[in-house]
């Protein structure tokens, strides 16, 4: 008899053992890995960022490619105990067995995602140490336009579009009693549309010497408020879309700055002196390295509690991290940067894949996702350009922070989960989401190459950390 033939029962109660569990997710960790570094590998060859890769490889690992449309296993084999991981209640009672599905049973996705959070947190936090808060001053007027007209265009543009979008295709629970308040709908849409990939903007700026540049320094900490607003506006979204009363709405927001407001002045405050025997000693300690990283994970858990999603609590710890924050970040990016960027991130990415199903996509639903991706595009391009321009930048400038903007990268696919999460949009919205991720991002770095020229950039410049 076969060696896995003879292994102990693996079905619980409620599905398999937390042994088995365990199996699944090791092996899981593994594909995706593999699968995020050839896709990865593949993008880079043809010009793109490694993400573009990593995102489609978390496709292709889901019900796209290895669902039951193209993968259907009549036979599943006895090793993977499909019947028992996607039983009824856990899969559902009409569940087709399949590639995708034996290979990531729903209490092997649920770990998935819960590490992909992490990973969210981890690299967020690196995002916000190495922003040069030096390259800011004198420039809140023009940090504060781009961050608004970057939020209110593509908002605008969601409530233009919502009368396109608000059917059984895009709305979730369309038709029943629990279908979502249209504003709610709408508030998701515009904060869909108005996602910036903030941490892919700051790396581009930095590879090109910009980041202390006004152009550059505006950008960067317009694309910081800007994160902070999306993750408001998914808030508020949800508290309208489940028909919350208003105080409550408003109380999301007014605990969001307060929160911020005690990253920012207390907790830097209290970690002051950990940076002052770091400068003095130059070793981060274990016991240091473990503080900072529990203010991080801390930090994120109030942020998700709060309502504005654990990537924000990851930034604002970044942000509070004492003095010298560039030795700091280059400590810290030399223990979390490498398993965070090769394991944790993919991690995410493929969780956000394997929800994502487009052999669901149908051709009634086409045009609305067109509408929802040019929609995106123009919200930003316009939005970056002309608020640039009232804040004080040149129209050329301008255009290259609006290319910046639109890049959505893998924050799109954090507010399009939130939004299914949420009950307000449908799988198919979410799918239009990925679609605006691929384009946006693809389109980053060739339209920033032809506009860049353009711009006066000062010849001396030097890398910087953003």
Not at 138 to 166: C, R
Not at 295 to 314: C, E, K, L, W
Not at 350 to 378: C, E, K, R
């Amino acid at each position: 008899m076969p060696l896995l033939a003879q292994m102990p029962a693996p079905f619980a109660a409620t599905g398999l053992k937390p042994s088995f569990v365990l199996a699944f997710v090791l092996l899981d960790l593994v594909l995706i890995i593999v699968a995020a570094r050839l896709c990865g590998a593949l993008a880079r060859k043809v010009g793109q960022p490694a993400v573009v890769g990593e995102i489609i490889a978390g496709v292709l690992l889901g019900p796209t490619l290895l669902g039951p449309k193209l993968f259907e296993l009549s036979n599943p084999p006895d090793f993977l105990h499909c019947d028992i991981s996607n039983s009824p209640g856990m899969a559902g009672s009409e569940f087709v067995p399949n590639v995708s599905a034996c290979l990531f049973p729903p209490q092997s996705r649920s770990i998935l995602g819960v590490l992909g959070q992490v990973a969210l947190i981890f690299f967020m936090f690196l995002v916000g140490i190495e922003v040069n808060e030096r390259a800011l001053k004198g420039k809140e007027k023009g940090i504060g336009l781009v961050a608004v007209g970057a939020v209110l265009v593509p908002i605008a543009l969601g409530f233009a579009i919502t009368p396109m979008l608000f059917n059984e295709d895009f709305v979730a629970n369309f038709g029943t009693a629990d279908e979502p308040s249209k504003l709610g709908f709408t508030l998701f849409v515009g904060a869909l549309l108005s996602v910036t990939a903030f941490p892919v903007m700051a790396r581009i700026l930095q590879e090109k010497g910009l980041t202390t540049s006004p152009m550059g320094a505006t950008g960067i900490a317009a694309a910081a408020v800007v994160t902070i607003l999306m993750f408001l506006t998914i808030a508020t979204a949800d508290g309208v879309a489940k028909e919350r009363d208003l105080v409550k709405i408003l109380q999301v927001w007014v605990i969001a700055a307060v929160y911020i407001a005690v990253m920012l002045l207390v907790v830097r405050r209290l970690l002051a002196p950990l940076g002052r025997k770091y400068q003095e000693t130059g070793v981060l300690s274990p016991d240091t390295f473990a503080i900072f990283v529990g203010v991080a994970v801390a930090s994120g858990y109030v942020a998700d509690r709060i309502g504005i999603n654990v990537i924000v609590g990851g930034f604002m710890a970044g942000l509070a991290m004492p003095e010298p924050r560039a030795a700091i970040w280059k400590e810290m990016t030399t223990r979390l940067g490498e398993v965070t960027a090769v394991i944790l991130l993919p991690v995410f990415l493929a969780f956000s894949g394997l929800n994502t199903d487009f052999t669901q996509l149908t051709v009634a639903a086409v045009p609305g996702i067109i509408v929802l991706v040019i929609a995106g595009i123009v919200g930003k391009l316009v939005g970056g350009a002309v608020f640039a321009k009232l804040g004080g930048l040149s129209w050329a400038e301008g255009t290259v922070i609006g290319v910046l903007m639109n890049c959505r990268g893998l924050l799109v696919l954090v507010a399009a989960l939130a939004a299914v999460d949420a009950g307000a949009i449908s799988p198919l919205l979410q799918l239009g989401g990925v679609v605006m991720a691929l384009v946006t991002t693809a389109m980053t770095g060739p339209l920033f190459d032809a506009t860049i020229t353009k711009v006066d950039t000062p010849s001396e410049a030097e890398p910087q950390p953003a």
